[in-house]
């Protein structure tokens, strides 16, 4: 037996007490996340309780010199918490409660592993409202989002996770842990460590608590779906609707081809009469009034008149809204059937963005006719989905390396929301500079010397 495995032993036996899952069938599905990448056979799959069991499981782990894969609600789109080989995988599934309101000062503390829509629920029972929202909000943990830096639907008025999070506990590699529950807005003692964390994709720490920060509950939520002829005039539309809709929400973009294939996979009729190169979903929330309602209905008739919008869907109830809104979360039954595919989650200035979708479409219809190219995005914050498939495995490379390529030049980011992870780390090049790449290893050297905590994600720890 050589010297690893007796390690490995005498691991395996110091995390007997946490009922580590060992056997193939039970592991299967903490093998891989929702962009498709299967990883290697984890050692075991521990899912602790508790903070302490976590900072106990990393403390042996980092004695052991063994790695850790941490997982969330398994949604991530990058690879970033797929298991190499012999990994020890740590799923915060079982630490899913939320722990404590402040209904006075509208904050709420939830241990890491509740899912999005579980907080966004109980939140919304005490009358406050937890605003981030995104189609994988039931299986998505709030820890993910955190690691993630989760950005969805409504970023156009509250901004990503990393401005709604106040506070976070986090484990570090050695089993440290860091308690930074802060509640308050202002906090101004030193560096605001919480930043180092959020987005940093499980490479810094294990996030094992959050405090949120909450807003009032909107009393009502008003929605329209546009029909225009050009993206020019999208962008019209957004800098009529932010000036005169300040409780603007969401402008959610959608070019024909989305939403033709989402009405076929709903079985729904095309919601337009007419076919149009872009639509898009605009939402606005706040107070039940007169006023807000017409405030809307002012703008749209204003962008109907100037031939700015050339057709509009009122929806009459929230079950209609509901309807329409599904329209643009159909994006996870869509990928499912065009397997496999490549999903572009980029950020391209506005300015640039309809030259960017001509050029990206022409040249790939051209080297990929039989593959669906599909475009959609959270306009308002520049963030562009795009996703074509299926691709030979062959292809994928070329591809990437042909989108990312035109993204730099358009002066873009590889990635608007979902991260690096594993997929796009060779790509990183493309949006971060060799000595920002630099200091990132430099900080992580100085947080997990032996590289334990999600090794090979985002970049490679030494080069
Ligand atoms: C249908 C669909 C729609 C989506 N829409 C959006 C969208 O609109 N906006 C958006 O931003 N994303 C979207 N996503 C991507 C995904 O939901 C987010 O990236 C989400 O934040 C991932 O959370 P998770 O809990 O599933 O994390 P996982 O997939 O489990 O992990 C993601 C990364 O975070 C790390 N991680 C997870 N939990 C922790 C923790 N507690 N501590 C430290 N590291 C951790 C993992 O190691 C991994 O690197 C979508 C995905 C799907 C499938």
Redesign the pocket.
């Given at each position: 037996m050589n010297a690893i495995k007796y390690a490995e032993i005498e691991l395996l036996a110091s995390l007997a007490g946490f009922s580590p899952i060992h056997n193939e069938a039970d592991m299967k599905r903490y093998l891989g996340?929702?962009s498709g990448l299967v990883g290697g056979q984890p050692l075991a799959v521990l899912r602790p309780r508790t903070t302490r069991e976590v900072a106990d499981i990393a403390a042996a782990c980092h004695k052991a010199g063994k790695k850790i894969?941490?997982?969330?609600?398994?949604?991530?789109?990058?690879g970033?918490?797929v298991p190499d080989q012999g990994d020890i995988v740590i799923s915060?599934e079982r630490m899913n409660k939320v722990e404590e309101f402040d209904l006075q000062g509208g904050t709420v503390t939830v241990q890491?592993?509740a899912?999005?829509q579980a907080v966004a629920d109980s939140v919304e029972a005490h009358d406050w409202y937890f605003p981030l929202?995104?189609?994988?909000r039931g299986?998505?943990?709030?820890?993910?989002?955190?690691?993630?830096?989760?950005?969805?639907?409504r970023v156009l008025r509250y901004g990503?996770?990393r401005e709604l999070v106040l506070g976070l506990e986090?484990v570090l590699a050695d089993g440290t842990v860091l308690s930074m529950l802060n509640k308050v807005m202002k906090n101004n003692t030193g560096l605001d460590l919480k930043h180092l964390?959020i987005g940093?994709?499980?490479?810094l720490?294990?996030?094992?608590k959050v405090v949120l920060k909450l807003f009032p509950k909107p009393q009502r939520r008003y929605s329209a779906f546009c029909a225009l002829e050009s993206f020019g005039n999208l962008t019209t539309l957004l800098k009529m609707a932010r000036s005169s809709i300040p409780s603007l929400s969401a402008f959610e973009v959608m070019w024909d081809d989305y939403l033709d294939l989402a009405s076929a996979a709903l079985g729904r009729a095309k919601p337009f009469d007419g076919d149009y190169p872009v639509y898009v979903l605009l939402e606005a929330e706040g107070m039940d009034s007169p006023e807000q309602e017409l405030a809307l209905q002012r703008l749209l008739e204003q962008a109907l008149e100037e031939g700015i919008v050339s057709d509009v869907i009122l929806p009459h109830s929230s079950e209609q809204a509901a309807q329409l809104w599904e329209m643009r979360?159909a994006?996870?039954e869509l990928?499912s059937g065009m397997k496999p595919y490549i999903a572009f989650?980029i950020g391209i200035p506005v300015s640039r963005m309809d030259g960017f979708i001509e050029g990206i479409k022409k040249d790939m219809q051209a080297s990929y006719p039989s593959a669906r190219h599909l475009f959609f995005g959270?306009l308002g914050d520049g963030n562009l989905h795009y996703a074509t498939g299926p691709h030979r495995d062959e292809d994928i490379v070329p591809i990437d390396d042909f989108v990312y390529t035109a993204v730099e030049k358009a002066g873009g980011s590889i990635s608007?929301?979902?991260?690096i992870?594993r997929l796009k780390k060779p790509f990183l090049r493309h949006s971060r500079g060799p000595e920002e790449i630099a200091l990132m290893r430099m900080i992580k050297r100085a947080v997990d010397c032996n590289s334990g905590?999600?090794a090979g994600?985002v970049f490679d720890s030494s080069e």
């Open positions: 996340d929702w894969t941490i997982q969330g609600g398994l949604t991530g789109l990058a970033g918490a915060l890491a592993g899912t999005l929202d995104c189609g994988a299986s998505c943990q709030i820890g993910g989002n955190v690691a993630t830096n989760a950005g969805g639907n990503t996770m986090v964390f940093s994709e499980g490479t720490g294990i996030v094992t979360d994006i996870g990928l989650d959270h608007g929301e979902h991260g992870g905590l999600n994600r």
